[in-house]
C-alpha cells in the first residue's frame, strides 16, 4: 500500500502509476460564457486533518478524530486549505498508510461499524456478491464517483487474500486500506471537460461538483443523497447548485462548518488558555455566529454590532458582567456596558496577545488583514519580532511603541500600531482594565485611529466605523471565497468578487445567501488549470 500511494501522488493516477484519473463525472459542452471564465488557477488540493476526519466520521462512523493527531498541521493563512502549502512528504505517506491501517482495525472490531460499511451479510470468503456490494457502494461514498468496471475487478480480487485467510473481512480490509490511501480520497480531484474554445479552463462534472459542494458546505464528503444528485445530473445547472446547497446549509453539519469558517477567518479555532476558558470563549463566539447568519437570518452586520452576548456565570465573572445566573448560558444585553459584536469577545481578541500581554501592532495588522482585506507586509527579515521590546524609554507601553514613528519601521507601524490601540483597554483573553498589565501609573484611553477612515474607541466603535467605510462587505466575500476555492485570488477572479459583493449589499447582507450566490455563480463549475498544467 505503501508504494501505490507514494507512487500514485505524483502522478494523480488511480490504482497505478498510469497518470490517469477514471470514472469521473460527465462535463464539456459548448463554450463557456464570459462569466463562467472569470476564474482563476487552482490545483490539486488535500483533504485538511479536520475534514479527513470528518470522512472518517461519516464514511466509518470513526469519530475518534485520529487524522488531527497524526497528519502534518495544515498551514493557515488564516484558512487551512490553501493548495499551495499543501506540500507532499514522507511523513504525510507514512502518516496515511498508519491511519489507514489503524481506522480500518477499529472499523472492522466493532460489529456495529463493521454493518454500517459492509451492507450485507457474506455467505462465506468467497462470496463475491457480497463483497461486490460493499466495493461499488463503500467505493462510490469514498472516491466520491461512481467506480469503473475495471477498478471493481481490480478490487475484488483482493478477495483471493479472503480466500486464503477463509475470513471474508480480511478481503474487506485490504480494500478498505487500499481506498483509505487512494489520492480520489485524499485530494479534491477536479479533471473536468476542456471548454471549447477556451484552453486551460474545464467545465466540472457532476459528482466532481458535489465533491466541491460538500467540502466548502459540511468540510466532509458528499452525502449518499448527494450523490445521487449527482449522478441524475442535478447540478450542472446554477440553480439547482443553489437548491442542493441549501439542502446542505440546513443541516447540522452546515452550521458547524459556518462557525468553523469564522473561527479561522477571526482567529479562535485555537485559543491560548485553559480547556475551560477557551471553550467557554469560543461558545459565546459560535453562539452569535449562529444566531446572526442562521436564527435571525437577518443584516449579516448584527454579528459585529450586538448588543447580547451568550453568557454563563463563568464567563460573565471573567468579564466582569453580572451573572445571567446560569451555568450553561443565556443570551443576555450588554446595558450600559461598551461592549458591542464579535469584536469585544475575547475570543477574537485573543488574536493579539504577545509576550503574555497584547500587541497593539499584531491587532492591527488582524483588523488591516483580516476585516479590510489589506495585506501588511512582513516585518523586515534583520527586526527580530520574537524579542520583546525593553522598557527603556516608559513603562507605558504608548510610549515605548513611539520607538517605531521613525525610521525605517515608521511607514507600516503608522498604519497599524494605532488601530491596535484603540482595543488596548482590552486584554489578551478580553478583560476590561483601564491601565497596563503591571504598570498602573499607565493610563489607557482606549483610542484608536484607522488612517485614512477616522478615530474610534473600543472594538465597538471600530466595528461601526469598519461597517461605515463600506469596505467590509468585499473583505467578507473576499475571504468566503478564499475559503471555498482554497487559494487567494487572482485578477482573473475579479469579475465574479465584484458580483458577489454587490448581490452581498443589495440583498441584505445575508450570509447564507452569500454562500448560495457563490455556488450559484457561473464561474464555480468551472476551474483554470495552473500554468504549464497538462
Not at 30 to 53: I, K, Q
Not at 116 to 122: F, H, I, L, Q, S
Request: contains cysteine; charged residues 25%.
Amino acid at each position: 500500500m505503501h508504494r501505490h500511494f507514494a507512487c500514485v501522488l505524483g502522478a494523480t493516477a488511480a490504482l497505478g502509476c498510469t497518470g490517469e484519473i477514471v470514472g469521473k463525472g460527465t462535463g464539456g459542452g459548448p463554450a463557456a460564457t464570459e462569466e463562467a471564465l472569470a476564474v482563476g488557477p487552482s490545483g490539486l488540493r488535500r483533504l485538511t486533518r479536520v475534514e479527513y476526519d470528518n470522512a472518517l466520521r461519516d464514511l466509518l462512523g470513526d469519530a475518534t478524530r485520529p487524522g488531527f493527531a497524526k497528519l502534518p498541521e495544515d498551514v493557515r493563512d488564516p484558512f487551512d486549505n490553501d493548495y499551495k502549502t499543501q506540500l507532499v512528504s514522507g511523513a504525510l505517506v507514512e502518516s496515511v498508510e498508519t491511519l489507514a491501517d489503524e481506522t480500518v482495525a477499529r472499523t472492522l472490531a466493532d460489529p456495529a461499524r463493521r454493518a454500517m460499511v459492509v451492507p450485507c451479510t457474506p455467505k462465506g470468503p468467497d462470496d463475491a456478491a457480497c463483497m461486490r456490494t460493499f466495493i461499488t457502494q463503500f467505493g462510490r461514498k469514498a472516491l466520491r464517483r461512481p467506480l469503473t468496471d475495471d477498478e471493481t475487478a481490480r478490487y475484488l480480487a483482493l478477495q483471493s487474500f479472503a480466500v486464503e485467510d477463509r475470513n471474508f473481512f480480511t478481503g474487506v480490509s485490504l480494500v478498505l486500506r487500499a481506498m483509505l490511501q487512494d489520492p480520489e480520497f485524499l485530494y479534491q480531484v477536479e479533471i473536468g471537460q476542456p471548454v471549447k474554445g477556451t484552453p486551460g479552463v474545464v467545465r466540472l462534472g457532476d459528482y466532481e461538483l458535489a465533491s466541491r459542494l460538500s467540502f466548502f458546505l459540511w468540510g466532509t464528503t458528499p452525502s449518499v443523497a448527494l450523490l445521487d444528485t449527482a449522478g441524475a445530473g442535478g447540478l450542472v445547472d446554477a440553480e439547482a447548485r443553489r437548491a442542493a446547497a441549501a439542502t446542505l446549509l440546513a443541516d447540522v453539519r452546515g452550521r458547524q462548518r459556518v462557525s468553523w469558517f469564522h473561527a479561522l477567518w477571526l482567529g479562535y479555532q485555537q485559543l491560548p488558555f485553559s480547556a475551560d476558558l477557551a471553550n467557554g470563549l469560543r461558545a459565546e463566539s459560535d453562539a452569535l455566529v449562529q444566531k446572526i447568519v442562521f436564527d435571525a437570518k437577518g443584516d449579516y452586520f448584527d454579528l459585529f454590532r450586538a448588543d447580547q452576548t451568550f453568557l454563563t456565570d463563568t464567563l460573565a465573572a471573567h468579564y466582569g458582567l453580572p451573572s445571567p445566573r446560569s451555568t450553561t448560558g443565556v443570551w443576555t444585553g450588554y446595558g450600559s456596558n461598551p461592549r458591542r459584536g464579535i469584536l469585544s469577545h475575547g475570543a477574537v481578541l485573543a488574536v493579539g496577545a504577545k509576550f503574555d500581554d497584547t500587541s497593539p501592532t499584531l491587532r492591527g495588522v488582524f483588523v488591516k488583514n483580516r476585516l479590510l482585506c489589506v495585506e501588511v507586509p512582513p516585518a523586515p527579515p534583520n527586526v527580530d519580532t520574537d524579542q520583546a521590546p525593553a522598557p527603556v524609554m516608559s513603562r507605558c507601553k504608548i510610549e515605548r511603541y513611539k520607538a517605531h514613528a521613525s525610521g525605517g519601521c515608521a511607514p507600516c507601524h503608522s498604519q497599524i500600531d494605532p488601530v491596535g490601540f484603540g482595543l488596548e483597554n482590552y486584554d489578551r483573553a478580553g478583560k476590561y482594565r483601564r491601565t497596563d498589565k503591571d504598570a498602573p501609573e499607565c493610563a489607557i484611553s482606549g483610542d484608536g485611529d484607522l488612517a485614512g477612515i477616522g478615530k474610534f474607541n473600543g472594538p465597538a466603535g471600530l466595528a461601526t466605523m469598519l461597517i461605515a467605510t463600506g469596505e467590509l462587505e468585499a473583505c467578507v466575500a473576499r475571504q468566503v471565497y478564499r475559503f471555498a476555492t482554497g487559494r487567494r485570488e487572482t485578477d482573473q477572479d475579479a469579475p465574479t468578487l465584484a458580483r458577489l459583493t454587490s448581490t452581498f449589499k443589495t440583498k441584505g447582507r445575508a450570509f447564507d445567501q452569500l454562500l448560495l450566490d457563490l455556488v450559484a455563480s457561473p464561474s464555480y463549475g468551472h476551474r483554470r488549470l495552473e500554468a504549464n498544467a497538462p
